[in-house]
């Protein structure tokens, strides 16, 4: 396989003890040695009406994230077979996907909260209306090495305005994107499995526009494949919510350690609470890689406390992605410090970071 040679380092990584400690239910999902959440998700019974209110399909929503866990444990440890559970006439995967359909009505799946009705041909604060617009997809040997290849699908739309974005031609809409639709978008993720990917990338532009969409995905698709939210992490707590259970594992940004530089630079108010928050949930609900992108001028107002939070409430051995990769892109040229790439002296300090705070699963 050609990624082998490209990417040594990702047939490596299955031998590291520290990513497979740090991520081991998804090595054993990538490997085949356990299913993936989603496909629990399918066989667990869930007893609704497209009727019900809406504040009961959430009641029940919380009852089953309760028992969808004690599945998952029994699953892994062999006390229950998948197949011995059935296809149940709805399932704990549907019951996500007619609340996220319910959330489409009046969009809150970020934190912008902005209420638009997308069904009605209107556009959410991102953009985004009601067909998922995909604008490439392919097996992807540029991410961490325990992801490559990565079955990669970027769709269009993004809740953040980051002047400095690497993909703004997709975030900002400047490309218009190919809709798909979901049985369509499921044949082709099961495509990218069966050669060789190792998970579902949902990535963009931002997924969070799309969950409803990727939850109509997921009830359709079968083969067993890691699902992977590639996010910056400004999601709402419903879509938390929704999230657990489903995904597999996060790779997260963590971009600013302070509000100030996340409304100057991406414009988005209450990030740190929001990015913690999110953070610790998906500690919670599944496994963990978080991104850092290090910026110029921004090593002790951002990568300082960003990484000192990871090592304190997250714990030291979480697996960890210190980046260099910035350049200046689309409209960086308007803050005088972000004209500019990295110096050595700024990447030698990022690394002097991570150690001072103590982390032991760091990669750059």
Not at 85 to 107: V, Y
Not at 110 to 134: H, K, P, T
Not at 254 to 270: L, M, P, Q, T
């Amino acid at each position: 396989m050609t990624w082998m040679v490209v990417r040594p380092d990702a047939l490596a990584v299955t031998r590291d003890p520290k990513a497979r400690a740090a991520l081991s239910r998804y090595f054993d999902v990538f490997m085949g040695k356990k299913p993936a959440k989603f496909l629990i998700g399918q066989r667990l019974y869930a007893d609704f009406s497209l009727g019900d209110s809406t504040s009961r399909l959430w009641v029940l929503h919380e009852r089953l994230s309760e028992e969808y866990y004690q599945v998952e444990r029994d699953v892994d440890e062999g006390k229950r077979r998948l197949e011995e559970m059935g296809q149940p006439e709805r399932s704990f995967l549907d019951l996500k996907a007619e609340i996220a359909r319910r959330i489409l009505r009046n969009c809150h799946f970020c934190e912008r909260r902005c209420g638009a009705d997308r069904f009605s041909s209107g556009l959410g604060w991102c953009q985004a209306g009601s067909e998922i617009l995909v604008s490439s997809m392919f097996e992807h040997l540029g991410e961490e090495p325990e992801l490559v290849p990565s079955g990669t699908v970027f769709t269009i739309s993004c809740n953040f305005r980051c002047l400095h974005c690497q993909n703004w031609s997709i975030s900002q809409r400047f490309e218009r994107g190919e809709a798909f639709d979901y049985d369509r978008l499921a044949r082709a993720v099961e495509g990218l499995r069966r050669t060789g990917c190792r998970n579902v990338n949902m990535v963009g532009g931002e997924p969070t526009v799309w969950l409803y969409h990727w939850l109509e995905v997921f009830r359709r698709l079968r083969v067993n494949v890691p699902a992977l939210w590639n996010s910056n992490a400004y999601y709402s707590e419903e879509s938390a919510s929704l999230l657990g259970g489903f995904i597999d594992i996060y790779k997260l940004d963590f971009k600013y350690g302070n509000d100030a530089c996340a409304e100057r630079i991406s414009g988005v108010h209450r990030y740190w609470e929001v990015c913690t928050r999110n953070h610790l949930l998906a500690k919670k609900f599944g496994e963990l890689i978080i991104r850092v992108l290090v910026l110029p001028n921004h090593l002790e107002c951002c990568c300082k406390p960003i990484l000192n939070w990871i090592a304190e409430k997250l714990g030291r051995e979480t697996r960890v992605n210190v980046m260099w990769q910035y350049r200046p892109e689309w409209r960086a040229s308007e803050l005088p410090e972000m004209r500019r790439r990295l110096t050595r002296a700024e990447m030698e300090r990022s690394i002097e970071i991570a150690r001072e705070a103590g982390l032991t699963n760091f990669i750059t």
